[in-house]
């Protein structure tokens, strides 16, 4: 069975960090790479980090030196460290292939940066 389950969202001040983590069956993880997205009511989903099985990575420009995308292929885990968040990146966060595979969609988990 095809899984993907995102975790480590909650409340957060404006520049201050957390993490997030996601754990996908090897079907959608294995050989792939990986991407976080996030997304607002009223928006379409945006494509935030990506990372390939070979570590290398890329950023949207906004969120590009302040948000570190890695992955454990240990593990079937990817991370995403975010760092001086702002109210901005208050989003549901979802992780998938990239590019992403439209069943292969989790629950996502809520970040929101308010003060």
């Known amino acids: 069975q095809v899984q993907v389950v995102e975790s480590g969202g909650g409340l957060v001040q404006p520049g201050g960090s957390l993490r997030l983590s996601c754990t996908a069956s090897?079907?959608?993880?294995?050989?792939?790479?990986m991407g976080w997205y996030r997304q607002t009511p009223g928006k379409e989903r945006e494509l935030v980090a990506r990372?390939?099985?070979?570590?290398?990575?890329n950023y949207a420009d906004s969120v590009k030196g302040r948000f570190t995308i890695s992955r454990d292929n240990a593990k079937n885990t990817v991370y995403l460290q975010m760092d001086k968040v702002k109210p901005e990146d208050t989003a549901v966060y979802y992780c998938?292939?990239?590019?992403?595979?439209?069943?292969?969609w989790g629950q996502g988990t809520q970040v929101t940066v308010s003060s």
């Open positions: 998938n292939s990239e590019p992403f595979i439209s069943q292969y």
């Open positions: 090897g079907r959608i993880f294995s050989g792939k790479t």
């Open positions: 990372i390939t099985i070979f570590h290398n990575t």
